[in-house]
């Protein structure tokens, strides 16, 4: 997740059946993916904190 964020991708934590369904079924996931897009939205994890998880991610990089 840490190498994601600092490249500017889409990050997070995802349901694995779900993600690999929506990037199956997405045509263009690669390229909305490398754009900057997440396509794999649907398949997020809605408990998990993306502030708090970047917060301890940008934390440990200064570290």
């Not at 964020?5 to 909305?32: D, I, K, T």
């Not at 998880?53 to 934390?59: E, S, T, V």
Request: contains cysteine; proline residues 3%; charged residues 20%.
């Amino acid at each position: 997740m840490a190498a994601l964020r600092r490249a500017g991708l889409a990050w997070g934590l995802y349901e694995v059946n779900r993600a690999l369904n929506c990037a199956l079924s997405a045509p263009h996931a690669l390229e909305q993916w490398m754009s900057g897009e997440d396509p794999l939205t649907n398949a997020r994890i809605l408990d998990f904190d993306l502030i708090e998880a970047g917060a301890i991610l940008d934390a440990a990089a200064t570290a």
